[in-house]
């Protein structure tokens, strides 16, 4: 059990620190590149920008999802930043994150 933890916490700081090289799979490289300019230029995303994430086998269903999850992310990161909230240390986060796995976002 603690080697399969230390290997999600291994991926995870591979994807953290350049998700262009962490061994991710093609849909997730090809969303996380999109997002990332939907994030940095969002101005500049245009229709065509899609295609590399239909071209790697990301539904529009899917890619829907991540526009909204992406930009409700980057208005909370925003407001968090302006409004100065409190940010849960590690294992504040890792909390959030067990209950977040068992229950979703629903309230």
């Known amino acids: 059990m ?4 230390e290997k999600k916490d291994d991926f995870v700081e591979a994807v953290l ?3 262009r090289t962490a061994p991710v799979d093609a849909k ?3 969303t996380l590149g999109f ?3 939907l994030t940095l230029t969002p101005g500049d995303v245009r229709p065509v920008d899609v295609e590399p994430l239909r071209a790697a086998g990301v539904s529009d269903a899917a890619i829907e999802d991540a526009i909204h999850a ?5 208005i909370y990161d925003r407001m968090a930043d302006s409004l100065k909230f409190h940010l849960p240390g590690p294992a504040g986060m890792a909390a ?4 977040l796995l068992k229950r979703g976002y629903l309230l």
């Open 2 to 5: 603690a080697l399969e933890k």
């Open 17 to 19: 620190n350049d998700w």
């Open 28 to 30: 997730l490289r090809a």
């Open 35 to 37: 997002l990332e300019k």
């Open 70 to 74: 992406c930009v409700l992310f980057n």
């Open 96 to 99: 959030s994150g067990r209950s």
